[in-house]
């Protein structure tokens, strides 16, 4: 069946008349990126919105990667092709966008799905946010009232509700630069390449010092950990920072530490339990891959085989 669903596009000129159409609108109007989920979510009949605020006209004033003062910024408007033709992620610290860039969907979708839309869905598929909350990353919100800055992890309420008010709009994320003896890591597992959903998502910062291997800081971030939406998985954080990177501390970090704070779902793709074995190896690759990162050592295939993936698929 058909559904048909009117509504009125607005497409303001400056931000000052975006904020503008915000406050006088609020709850019946949304801000409008490339359109890759709400306009799903319109024909689905998930949402009903009175008013579209098409942004598209804005792109040229938020479309941007910059370096200023230590930080990277990232523009809202910013789309992902535009993001991985991007030279400041070159940089070996910085690699997980080289895992975001490879797994993110199908091309056109990339040529489409902008930064601001990713995080504004707030839904464990997405992507950016899982590697935006390992890089300690934080969200401005503009309205006519002005600007304040979120981190992303206090960002999210649940399943695509943002701690942020209907007359508010994302226009920028920011990140402090990463120490030299750092790297990250973004791994997604799917039956199926270049699919916007993964069965688990994972990324990684990692901060080694080289003469020991100790590990000086840690950030893991997952779809999920317990929550609707992506989180870091602290309590394995804390028990990995400060110790030497060895077999038996990541051993011990994936099977003891991870499964007493992430609390899986079962759904019609996946067991909860197979969801977190896979979450276990996703983690473990990403921790090895980061490390192997930092110090120049030569990546090869790490010590799990496809067939860890696979045994529990049939659960």
Known sequence: ??????????????????????????????????????????????????????????????????????????????????????????????????????????????????????????HSFSDFIILSLVLDAEVRLDSIRGSRWVPISKLYLDKRLLAKSPDEVITEVRFKELPENSSTAFMKFDRRREHIYGYVVTAIYLRLRRTDKVIEDVRIAFDRVSKRFPERALMTEEFLKGKVFTDEVIEEAMNRILPQEMKRKSDFRATAEYRLHLSKILMKRALYLAKARILGERIERIKLPITEFLKLSKT
């Not at 092709?81 to 080289?98: H, I, N, Q, T």
């Open 1 to 122: 069946m058909n559904i048909t669903y009117r509504f009125n596009v607005i497409r303001p000129k400056s931000l000052d008349e975006l904020l503008t159409i915000l406050a006088k609108y609020q709850r019946d109007a949304l801000p409008l990126a490339g359109g890759t989920d709400i306009l799903i979510l319109i024909r689905e009949g998930k949402i009903r919105p009175k008013v579209l605020v098409d942004m598209m006209a804005l792109k040229e004033q938020l479309a941007y990667i910059r370096r200023s003062n230590g930080y990277i910024r990232i523009g809202a408007l910013t789309t992902f092709e535009e993001l991985c033709e991007s030279p400041v992620f070159k940089d070996v610290r910085y690699a997980g966008f080289a895992g975001l860039c490879h797994w993110f969907a199908t091309p056109y979708i990339k040529s489409m799905a902008t930064i601001g839309g990713n995080i504004a869905v707030g």
